[in-house]
């Protein structure tokens, strides 16, 4: 009698180790396909991920969460490798799956929604993109809370949508949210908010306000700099932004103040259309933006490089940036340090020449005795002592 308890106990349990086996082995071809995407060996990851997903297909049913972890591993690599075609059904696949075990409203299924989105948007599905981030944010928003940082990312997304389409004042809304939202929960140098604040800069740049786009990304330079050092690639293509929107802030200015003749010279157009007051830039200084009041100190240089008090240290604004000091500071400085195209290196050398002439002739002139006779006979002086 107890042998055959045994046996029962046994032809019971083994099913349940199988599982146990299969499951250990699925979660290692998970963290091996991880390890070769990280190293960029997409291939390889890709291999990986395919055997886990038959792997948990077979063992755990095509309904398991952990089939649609899987399917959501291997479109991730195949969006490195921008087989987008062939990502969005996983993704699909993903998102009925996490519907079906958690109901529409979850946050889970926001997060799908947003990875297939994404998906959509870089195979320029667009709308149905638009529509699936508007869903996502939908359902954080009711199941979060309208401050939850999952909200950034989304609310980006659909800002950069807004931008392509015109809609500056929603863009530049959504940007808003997106970048206090992830002030209110991140460390002042995190670079999620470099992203935002650059971000923000780029729109204000299409609105053409330099001035404005110059100050956003100067706080976006200002945490990479904090972040990585001067000379991490990161910070060297912020600064290279920066110095683009610099130049672009200096030419809209000269074309301002400068004549009608030398814009069209230059065919440009001369309306003066550029930059708004700093008045009218979002205001970060609500709770949401500055909740530590903290300053962000800027070393010159890698912090791992073992900086000491003596070395030179910026000090910027927390949160609540004052964008109008930031602006005025780059007025001062920007048409001093940016470089000037080749034309207009030849208008500002033709007026130089052209009142070095005036002003000789004009002391020429003012000179008692000196008129064209005293000139002809100097001229004839000259012939004769060659």
């Known amino acids: 009698m107890n042998f055959q308890a045994v046996v ?23 963290r091996e396909s991880h390890s070769l995407h990280n ?9 990986k991920a395919a055997q886990a997903l ?10 398991d969460l952990r089939v649609a972890s899987t399917l ?83 609310l980006m997304a659909l800002a950069r949508y807004a931008q392509l389409g015109k809609e500056y004042a929603q863009a530049e809304s959504l940007h808003t949210r997106a970048l206090k939202i992830r002030i209110k929960h991140l460390k002042p140098d995190h670079g999620w ?10 729109l204000y740049l299409e609105m053409e306000r330099y001035d404005d786009a110059v100050a956003a990304q100067s706080r976006a330079l200002a945490i990479k700099i904090t972040r990585h050092g001067a000379q991490h690639p990161n910070t060297k293509g912020y600064r290279a932004t920066l110095k683009q929107m610099q130049a672009a802030s200096a030419r809209h200015r000269a074309g301002v103040k400068g004549s009608g003749f030398r814009e069209a010279a230059m065919g440009k157009p001369t309306d003066g259309s550029g930059s708004t007051t700093p008045a009218q830039l979002p205001n970060l200084s609500s709770q ?29 604004p927390g949160a ?27 208008f500002y050398v033709f007026i130089v020449l052209a009142l070095v002439r005036v002003f000789v002739r ?17 001229n004839y002086k000259r012939r004769v002592k060659r």
């Open 8 to 30: 029962v106990v046994l032809i019971l349990t083994v099913p349940y180790l199988s599982v146990a086996g299969d499951e250990q082995v699925w979660k290692d071809l998970i």
């Open 39 to 47: 190293q960029k060996q997409y291939e390889r990851a890709v291999d």
């Open 54 to 63: 038959s792997l948990a297909e077979r063992s755990f049913g095509s309904g």
């Open 72 to 154: 959501k591993q291997l479109a991730y690599v195949y969006s490195y490798q921008r087989r987008y075609p062939e990502s969005i059904p996983l993704l699909r696949r993903a998102l009925d799956i996490t519907e079906t075990n958690y109901g529409p409203n979850h946050p889970e299924v926001a997060a799908v929604l947003s990875s297939l989105a994404r998906h959509l948007g870089n195979n320029n599905e667009r709308d149905e993109a638009q529509q699936l981030y508007r869903r996502a944010v939908d359902i954080r928003e009711r199941a979060l809370g309208p401050e939850h940082l999952d909200l950034a990312y989304d």
């Open 193 to 202: 908010i470099a992203e935002s604040w650059s971000a923000l800069a780029r």
């Open 288 to 316: 949401a933006a500055g909740e530590s009041g903290k300053s962000i100190q800027i070393r010159h240089g890698s912090q791992n490089a073992g900086t000491t008090e003596n070395d030179p240290v910026v000090s910027l």
């Open 320 to 346: 609540d940036l004052d964008f109008s000091e930031l602006a005025r500071e780059f007025r001062g400085l920007k048409l001093v340090f940016d470089p000037i195209g080749p034309i207009e290196a030849l």
């Open 362 to 378: 004009a002391r020429k002139m003012s000179t008692p005795g000196f008129d064209v006779d005293t000139v002809q006979d100097m």
